[in-house]
């Protein structure tokens, strides 16, 4: 009896870690981790400035080689708060400045098919960085 | 007896649990799969893109052409029984066989991002204005040219026409309205428009020039070689040294 009664606790015992495994095993297959608490390893590319060019432009819209259906289009993007900022395109020329931050927006006038726009950041000292691009204005569904 | 019983229904009871956990994980491998192919798919529709590019033909063949784009990168453009050609100067039908090497094109279609190629569903000959930026070397009165000279070192005549609009940047009032007259050496300059071939020069659409910006620093001018010499007051001029 007694030794019947010390097999028996052992396989409660043994059940007991069993049952508390698998329902550790669900929890865990179950379970979200938020975004924000994982972290992946990322690889911060940074392009190797020109040695030459002080003064940085970049463009964030229009992309390059983008297609566009509507005829005016936004340009943005970001320079030295100071510079002025040359907007060319196939038929008309602007010239702006940028917000306090460097920040700058305009709207611009494309003409069918294909049209360069090029966009020139000049700094105070005369040093210059251009960008051109080039868009699309079609409707044709393809 | 009754413990053995007890005991024998909490294993079967374990066993059936234990099953049950094994049978979710077969589904939800199929709902991992099912994301995998929904992701794969959607990949697949964002692999191609409509697409337009401006470069000018190094290569032709039945099917196939070979650009160089602005950024002189090489591009590759396929053209099937769909594409559709056309140039502004061609008075029939125009074709893949009418083009020829150096000639600009503007290509409007799909580009595969993966093979990276455009299959071509526009092919236009497209005339697209010249953009010259520097700094005033020289200016001719008598011939309405002036010359520019590019950070490059590389030296523009610009033609200046009847149809050309000039314009000069002022910071409070933006662009305004200018004259070839008011263009001086050395100042800043943008000059748009087509290239004169008969000249060797370029017929400037639009002029912008810029009084009150400096030049660009890597742009040097041969103008302080022919400053006049200054004066010491005694009759004696100071020449600069030249290297």
Same mark, same amino acid.
């Given at each position: 009896?007694?030794?019947?009664?010390?097999?028996?606790?052992?396989?409660?015992?043994?059940?007991?870690?069993?049952?508390?495994?698998?329902?550790?095993?669900?929890?865990?297959?179950?379970?979200?981790?938020?975004?924000?608490?994982?972290?992946?390893?990322?690889?911060?590319?940074?392009?190797?400035?020109?040695?030459?060019?002080?003064?940085?432009?970049?463009?964030?819209?229009?992309?390059?080689?983008?297609?566009?259906?509507?005829?005016?289009?936004?340009?943005?993007?970001?320079?030295?708060?100071?510079?002025?900022?040359?907007?060319?395109?196939?038929?008309?020329?602007?010239?702006?400045?940028?917000?306090?931050?460097?920040?700058?927006?305009?709207?611009?006038?494309?003409?069918?098919?294909?049209?360069?726009?090029?966009?020139?950041?000049?700094?105070?000292?005369?040093?210059?960085?251009?960008?051109?691009?080039?868009?699309?204005?079609?409707?044709?569904?393809? | 007896?009754?413990?053995?019983?007890?005991?024998?229904?909490?294993?079967?009871?374990?066993?059936?649990?234990?099953?049950?956990?094994?049978?979710?994980?077969?589904?939800?491998?199929?709902?991992?799969?099912?994301?995998?192919?929904?992701?794969?798919?959607?990949?697949?529709?964002?692999?191609?893109?409509?697409?337009?590019?401006?470069?000018?033909?190094?290569?032709?063949?039945?099917?196939?052409?070979?650009?160089?784009?602005?950024?002189?990168?090489?591009?590759?453009?396929?053209?099937?029984?769909?594409?559709?050609?056309?140039?502004?100067?061609?008075?029939?039908?125009?074709?893949?066989?009418?083009?020829?090497?150096?000639?600009?094109?503007?290509?409007?279609?799909?580009?595969?991002?993966?093979?990276?190629?455009?299959?071509?569903?526009?092919?236009?000959?497209?005339?697209?204005?010249?953009?010259?930026?520097?700094?005033?070397?020289?200016?001719?009165?008598?011939?309405?040219?002036?010359?520019?000279?590019?950070?490059?070192?590389?030296?523009?005549?610009?033609?200046?026409?009847?149809?050309?609009?000039?314009?000069?940047?002022?910071?409070?009032?933006?662009?305004?309205?200018?004259?070839?007259?008011?263009?001086?050496?050395?100042?800043?300059?943008?000059? +748009?428009? /087509? *290239?004169? #071939?008969? !000249? %060797?020069?370029? &017929?400037?659409?639009?002029? +912008?020039? /810029? *009084?009150? #910006?400096? !030049? %660009?620093?890597? &742009?040097?001018?041969?103008?302080?070689?022919?400053?006049?010499?200054?004066?010491?007051?005694?009759?004696?001029?100071?020449?600069?040294?030249?290297?």
């Amino acid at each position: 009896m007694k030794t019947e009664k010390i097999v028996l606790s052992f396989i409660a015992v043994v059940i007991g870690l069993a049952v508390a495994g698998a329902a550790f095993y669900l929890y865990q297959t179950t379970k979200t981790i938020p975004e924000s608490q994982t972290r992946t390893p990322s690889l911060v590319l940074t392009p190797t400035p020109k040695p030459y060019s002080s003064i940085f432009l970049t463009v964030e819209s229009p992309k390059d080689e983008e297609v566009f259906d509507k005829k005016t289009i936004t340009i943005t993007g970001k320079t030295e708060k100071d510079a002025i900022i040359i907007i060319s395109t196939n038929t008309n020329d602007e010239v702006i400045t940028p917000a306090l931050n460097g920040n700058f927006s305009t709207t611009t006038t494309i003409e069918n098919g294909q049209n360069q726009i090029a966009i020139i950041a000049v700094s105070l000292s005369g040093e210059e960085k251009k960008i051109v691009k080039t868009v699309t204005f079609s409707t044709e569904e393809f | 007896m009754k413990k053995l019983f007890a005991f024998c229904f909490l294993l079967f009871a374990f066993c059936l649990l234990a099953q049950r956990a094994n049978a979710i994980e077969p589904n939800q491998t199929k709902i991992d799969k099912t994301i995998d192919l929904v992701a794969s798919i959607a990949a697949k529709l964002k692999l191609v893109e409509k697409r337009g590019i401006i470069g000018v033909v190094t290569d032709v063949a039945d099917t196939k052409i070979t650009l160089s784009d602005l950024n002189l990168n090489t591009r590759f453009v396929d053209v099937d029984e769909f594409t559709k050609f056309s140039s502004p100067s061609a008075k029939e039908g125009y074709g893949i066989s009418d083009i020829k090497k150096g000639s600009k094109l503007g290509i409007l279609g799909l580009y595969n991002k993966q093979s990276r190629r455009i299959l071509a569903r526009f092919v236009d000959v497209v005339v697209i204005p010249k953009m010259v930026e520097g700094a005033v070397l020289q200016k001719d009165e008598g011939e309405f040219t002036i010359t520019i000279v590019s950070e490059d070192k590389s030296q523009t005549v610009v033609d200046i026409e009847k149809i050309t609009k000039t314009s000069f940047y002022d910071k409070k009032g933006g662009l305004l309205r200018s004259g070839f007259s008011k263009i001086e050496k050395g100042e800043r300059i943008i000059a +748009i428009g /087509f *290239p004169n #071939i008969n !000249k %060797n020069s370029m &017929i400037a659409s639009r002029i +912008i020039h /810029f *009084p009150s #910006i400096p !030049k %660009n620093p890597r &742009i040097r001018l041969d103008l302080e070689k022919t400053t006049p010499a200054i004066s010491t007051g005694s009759g004696k001029k100071l020449t600069p040294i030249t290297r």
